[in-house]
T-cell receptor
Framework: GEDVEQSLFLSVREGDSSVINCTYT??????LYWYKQEPGAGLQLLTY?????DMKQDQRLTVLLNKKDKHLSLRIADTQTGDSAIYFC??????????FGRGTSLIVHP | EPEVTQTPSHQVTQMGQEVILRCVPI?????FYWYRQILGQKVEFLVS????????KSEIFDDQFSVERPDGSNFTLKIRSTKLEDSAMYFC???????????????FGQGTRLTVV
C-alpha cells in the first residue's frame, strides 16, 4: 500500500522558522495535505496542495512540493508557542481516502 | 463552529469485552469515517460510511468491527471481543463530500483513547 513518512519530533525556538518534512510513495497522488492536531482536539486541515503545484503560501505557512522526489514540506515562519501541535502529512488520489503519516510533534520553546 | 464530538474521551476495557465508541458528526455531512492511531504509529483508515452503508473499509476492519448509524445523529464503532492490540486512539471524522474529492475537508473529532487491559 501507499506510505507516508515523517519524523516524530521537531523542536524550535519561538520566532524561528519551523520546517516539517514528509515523504510519500504514491506517484499518482493528486492532493497532499497538512493537518494540525492541537492538544485535546481533533485533526484540522491546515492546507493542501495539488500535485501539479510546487508551492503554496498562506500567511505564515509555506508548502513546498518536490514531486520528483515525492517530498512535501511545511514551513511555519515566525513560529509561536500556539503553533505547538502535532502536524500530520497525508496524500490521496482523486476520490480516494487519504493516507496519513504518524504525525510530527512540533515543540516551540521560548 | 460545528464540530465532530466523540465520547468517551478515554475508555478502559478488559480483554475480550465489547466496546462501543460514539461519535456525533457534523449535521449536514453525508460521509463518516473511523480511523485509529496506535501509539507512535500512523493514523490508519478503518472504514467509511455513506447512505447508511459501508462504502469502503481497510484490511484492519475485519469481523471484529462494525459500524452503525442508529439514529439521525450518532455514528458508532463497535469492537467485539477486544484484544490488547486494539489499544489505540480512535478518531471519527465526517465530510460533506467524499474525501479525496476536490476541496473536500474531513473534520475530525478529538478522539477516544481505548485501553485494553
Amino acid at each position: 500500500g501507499e506510505d507516508v513518512e515523517q519524523s516524530l519530533f521537531l523542536s524550535v525556538r519561538e520566532g524561528d522558522s519551523s520546517v516539517i518534512n514528509c515523504t510519500y510513495t504514491d506517484s499518482s497522488s493528486t492532493y497532499l495535505y497538512w493537518y494540525k492536531q492541537e492538544p485535546g482536539a481533533g485533526l484540522q486541515l491546515l492546507t493542501y496542495i495539488f500535485s501539479n503545484m510546487d508551492m503554496k503560501q498562506d500567511q505564515r505557512l509555506t508548502v513546498l512540493l518536490n514531486k520528483k522526489d515525492k517530498h512535501l514540506s511545511l514551513r511555519i515562519a515566525d513560529t509561536q508557542t500556539g503553533d505547538s501541535a502535532i502536524y500530520f502529512c497525508a496524500e490521496s488520489r482523486e476520490g480516494y481516502i487519504p493516507t496519513f503519516g504518524r504525525g510530527t510533534s512540533l515543540i516551540v520553546h521560548p | 463552529e460545528p464540530e465532530v464530538t466523540q465520547t468517551p474521551s478515554h475508555q478502559v476495557t478488559q480483554m475480550g469485552q465489547e466496546v462501543i465508541l460514539r461519535c456525533v458528526p457534523i449535521s449536514n455531512h453525508l460521509y463518516f469515517y473511523w480511523y485509529r492511531q496506535i501509539l507512535g504509529q500512523k493514523v490508519e483508515f478503518l472504514v467509511s460510511f455513506y447512505n447508511n452503508e459501508i462504502s469502503e473499509k481497510s484490511e484492519i476492519f475485519d469481523d471484529q468491527f462494525s459500524v452503525e448509524r442508529p439514529d439521525g445523529s450518532n455514528f458508532t464503532l463497535k469492537i467485539r471481543s477486544t484484544k490488547l492490540e486494539d489499544s489505540a486512539m480512535y478518531f471519527c471524522a465526517s465530510s460533506e463530500r467524499q474525501q479525496g474529492s476536490l476541496g473536500t475537508e474531513a473534520f475530525f473529532g478529538q478522539g477516544t483513547r481505548l485501553t485494553v487491559v
